[in-house]
């Protein structure tokens, strides 16, 4: 299974509060309904807590070899 983008997971954590723990934005992406690549993006994350969407996009940027702009 491919990777998402960060722009993938942005889109399933909009409205999201911060900060979060991952296992918080886990649940976030779940209840928005998001792809299940994302969710398992997210559940895999290095960080307990995130204080925001820029944190959460550098990993997953980090993660996928992607840059964030």
Known sequence: MAQPTFI???KA????D?????????QHAKTRQA???VVDALQ????????GPDEVSRDIAEAT???EG
């Open 8 to 10: 993938e997971v942005q």
């Open 13 to 16: 954590l909009a409205g999201a």
């Open 18 to 26: 911060y900060p979060s723990s991952r296992d918080e934005l886990v």
């Open 35 to 37: 792809d299940q690549g």
């Open 44 to 51: 895999h994350l290095p960080r307990q807590q995130y204080g």
């Open 65 to 67: 070899g992607e840059s």
